[in-house]
């Protein structure tokens, strides 16, 4: 939680340096246009659009340094030329509206979360520790940070509790906050749909692709597993079967021996089939639901590991099975490579977005085709399902996985 409070803090930080710059753009418009009303201000929109694009373009580049891929909408080449071509230009372009429907967004909502993460922190930490030093001041300079006079201890140690509770609410929050205050970029500053879809499809006919291969895969494990395992263990069942007739004739004595190894080949093979089924869908999940499913993976798994699910709701059993087998596959590498001592699993749900991260306190250094496959799976599995995979691994450690899954119904 620390570290995803610290992130989420350095994440609402930059977010309020581009909030300042929308902000001054958005009131450098309203000057503008006041001034368009006596036809002074004309000359001035050229500019304007360049300096709302070049600070969306900023915003841009936040999101995507975040791993978050926000791509520009506007066409590669050389702008139009003239006062008229420009302004001609941008209203034709959708891109233009969305830019400055983000400022406004931006310069005020995610203005007002920067300014809580950043200021709210400070006053926090001074209302905490005001108990330590409050006695050095002059007597009128005994007020919070807000001018509220504290003359006595009890009220001196309320206003303290009270800081770290508020503190405390905003570690908590800071997450969130930091994805509300992205949402607006995340969803201005793209493409319009009906202007360029191009990306969405490459991705889509790659995914797809993916999808189809890790299928054909499947398959063919499937049937190794039942050609190698329990198809030979059925005909040894036919054989001893077979032997046990002619036992019967012949010597009776011999019934029971092969009668016994004819029932444990016929139970090695269901053992097979029933590991085969598992490996298709995991009768765990039907019986005990995600929750329980990742209880006994955490419980069986060779490092020891933590589980926090918070509040999933109802969940796609496409989404309910890629997460689990997520979670499975990542649990196997930190076992095998890792060195961890302790590994963490937490789901949570944000809308129609299911969360999975997997933390290990290993060595680190972990790599997609770094001579395993079980990274790669997991990104094939989860972008089968427009999913998104960040794998963070420096030497050292720790190692983080975080798959993001979508769970609309």
């Known amino acids: 939680m620390t570290r995803d409070a610290f992130e989420a803090l350095e994440r609402l930080a930059g977010g309020l340096g581009t909030a300042f710059l929308a902000l001054a753009a958005l009131v450098s418009w309203v000057l503008v246009g ?50 008229t071509a420009r302004l001609r230009a941008a209203r034709a372009d959708p891109a233009t509206l969305r830019d400055l429907s983000w400022l406004a967004v931006h310069g005020t909502v995610g203005l007002f979360l920067g300014l809580i993460a950043v200021i709210l922190p400070m006053i926090t930490l001074r209302e905490a520790t005001f108990p330590l030093w409050w006695r050095l001041l002059p007597p009128d300079m005994w007020v ?31 997450p969130r906050m930091a994805r509300s205050q992205a949402r607006s970029g995340i969803r201005l500053l793209g493409p319009h749909p009906s202007i360029d879809l191009s990306q969405r499809v490459a991705r889509l006919t790659a995914t797809r692709a993916g999808a189809l291969r890790a299928h054909a895969a499947e398959l063919r494990r499937i049937e190794r597993s039942l050609h190698d ?7 040894a069942v036919v054989v ?13 004595a011999l019934v029971e021996l092969a009668l016994d190894r004819a029932q444990s080949a016929a139970e090695q093979a269901l053992a097979e089939l029933r590991g085969v089924v598992r490996g298709i869908l ?46 499975a596959e990542a649990l196997t590498n930190v076992a095998k490579h890792s060195g961890a001592q302790r590994a963490h699993v937490t789901l949570s749900r944000d809308g129609d977005l299911l969360r999975v991260v997997v933390t290990d306190d290993g060595m680190g250094g972990a790599v997609e085709g770094g001579g395993g496959t079980g990274l790669a799976g997991i990104r094939r599995r989860v972008e089968a399902h427009d999913g998104v995979v960040t794998l963070t691994s420096p030497q050292g450690g720790p190692t983080r996985i975080e798959v993001e899954l979508p769970c609309g119904s």
């Open 282 to 327: 995991p009768p765990i999940l039907e019986d005990r639901g995600l929750d329980g499913a990742l209880s006994a993976l955490a419980a069986g798994s060779a490092v020891p590991c933590g589980l926090a699910v918070g509040e999933l709701g109802q969940l796609p059993l496409s989404a309910e099975t890629t997460a689990y087998f997520t979670v």
């Open 240 to 252: 001893m079967v077979a032997a046990v007739r002619r036992a019967l004739a012949r010597d009776p």
């Open 34 to 83: 006041a001034a368009c009303a006596v036809g002074v201000g004309l000359l001035l929109l050229p500019a304007m659009l360049a300096l709302t694009r070049a600070v969306a373009e900023r915003e841009r580049g936040r999101l995507n340094r975040w791993g978050l891929e926000v791509v520009s909408p506007y066409p590669l080449g050389e702008a139009p030329v003239g006062w």
């Open 229 to 235: 395992g329990a198809q030979n263990r059925l005909v």
């Open 144 to 174: 919070t940070s807000f001018g509220v006079p504290v003359t006595t201890w009890p009220a001196m140690l309320a206003v303290a509790l009270g800081a770290v509770i508020v503190q405390v609410i905003v570690i908590v929050l800071g």
